[in-house]
């Protein structure tokens, strides 16, 4: 099961978490980061970096997960690779 | 204080040349006295005058130490016994290594940690993250965007220091573990032994991904950086000496959990410079292998340890803050050799 970027993201989108995927997860939907589950290897490493503990671990799943999981499944699809943070371009 | 008398390094080479040398020293109290307190003299130049000179001879010295560990024996050597004096002054050039890595370590980065196992691995994560090893501009704008063929073979010339005998640092870490610990280390190490397949054990697709990037034997010791040797340093301490064993789980676990995102940015380089595509799989291969190692190595070994005894958490912190720091410090000599500006910490 893949990570997701919850709700949390909307207020922040910092994208510091961008800089560590090792495979380019991570897509820019025009108001929060989402994870593209077909990339994601659910390594782990994006959870810590974010400021706002938006990046919710499979582990973690609760009933209100299903919505961020579509979310970032469907925004996924339809929002461009982001490669680099802000503060790195 | 100066360096006085016998010349440590120049002694260490020269007793390396005849080994059957060491037995008559062994007996010889006096000699023992001198080199003993050479060591002394040399750690105390090196780290407390901050002599670059003197920390690269004992660097040099430590490194001849580590390499007689790693190395297969040699027939010519079954007699010589160098632990007598070897130990002396491995203890004492140690010591101060170390002493040097574990001092200013903020107290609440090795303390104020949580005691449940997996809320210690998040705490663990996050300090890694903050740490400015964790993007290191080396990797994120120099390797990614910036680096000439010539610049990644001088990158993997210092990687040689960790990367090949990785393999061996699993072997000695496993012994004596509890069988939950030495498993996931086991599997680990099965995975560097290519799990079996004789093409696909890692120090040997390393030893081609060298090749393939140009590199001769000849190109080691003469272009070695000092922070390289030192990571490689501390990394053959933390695995020879079984009283490090909770030292080392947080400085390799550490290593594995950095690899991933440090690896993308090494095939980036690889690509750009139209690279053999053998180095460009190698890193591949990592990417995905040390995700499941460091994500292994904290589920199963930091959680169990960290459960049994919270003062093991400090251990693991400290491990953990030596890698990111050696690290760090490894990254920016690397980055100001090659011109890149890309560095955190100066």
Redesign the interface.
């Known amino acids: 099961m893949p990570y997701v970027v919850g709700k949390e993201c909307l207020s922040c989108k910092s994208t510091v978490c961008v800089d560590v995927c090792p495979v380019d997860a991570f897509r820019d939907a025009d108001y929060q980061l989402v994870i593209c589950p077909d990339t994601c290897i659910e390594c782990g490493v994006c959870e810590p970096e974010c400021p706002v503990d938006a990046i919710i671990n499979p582990e973690e799943y609760t009933g209100e997960s299903r919505d961020v999981i579509t979310l970032n499944s469907e925004l996924s699809k339809t929002s461009p690779v982001i490669f680099k943070s802000v503060t790195a371009q | 204080m100066k360096v006085e008398g016998l010349n440590l390094l120049e002694w260490f080479v020269a007793m390396e040349r005849n080994p059957d040398e060491w037995n008559f020293v062994n007996e010889d109290f006096d000699i023992r006295r001198n080199v003993n307190q050479s060591a002394r003299l040399l750690a105390h130049e090196a780290y407390v005058n901050n002599n670059q000179a003197a920390l690269a001879k004992l660097h040099e010295c430590l490194a001849i130490i580590y390499r007689n560990e790693f190395e297969c024996t040699r027939v010519e050597q079954v007699n010589a016994d160098r632990r007598p004096i070897v130990s002396d002054i491995q203890s004492v050039l140690e010591g101060a290594m170390l002493q040097y890595e574990m001092q200013g370590l903020p107290e609440a980065d090795i303390s104020g940690f949580p005691v449940n196992g997996k809320e210690y691995v998040?705490w663990l994560?996050?300090l890694?993250?903050k740490s400015p090893s964790?993007?290191h501009p080396f990797y994120?704008?120099f390797l990614s965007e910036e680096a000439t063929a010539a610049d990644v073979k001088y990158y993997l010339i210092q990687e040689t220091n960790l990367d090949p005998k990785f393999d061996d640092i699993l072997a000695f870490m496993q012994i004596g573990l509890p069988v939950g610990q030495k498993l996931e280390l086991a599997k680990n190490y099965f995975d560097e032994m290519g799990n079996g397949v004789e093409a696909d054990v890692h120090s040997k697709m390393f030893a081609q991904t060298l090749k393939a990037a140009g590199v001769e034997d000849s190109d080691m010791s003469s272009a070695m950086l000092l922070q390289s040797i030192v990571s490689g340093n501390v990394s053959s301490c933390f695995a020879l000496s079984r009283r490090h064993y909770f030292k080392a789980v947080g400085y390799f676990g550490v290593t594995e959990?950095l690899a991933?995102?440090r690896?993308?940015h090494v095939i980036k380089a690889w690509e750009r410079n139209n690279m053999p595509a053998h180095g460009i799989e190698y890193h591949k291969l990592h990417?995905?292998i040390d995700?499941e190692h460091?994500?292994g190595w904290f589920n199963n070994v930091v959680v169990p340890l960290v459960e049994q005894d919270p003062r093991i958490g400090r251990e693991i912190a400290l491990g953990a803050l030596i890698r990111i720091n050696s690290s760090a410090r490894y990254l920016d000599e690397l980055s100001d050799r090659l011109g890149s500006n890309a560095t955190t910490t100066a």
């Open positions: 998040k994560k996050k890694v993250s964790s993007v994120t704008r959990y991933p995102r690896f993308k990417v995905y995700t460091a994500n």
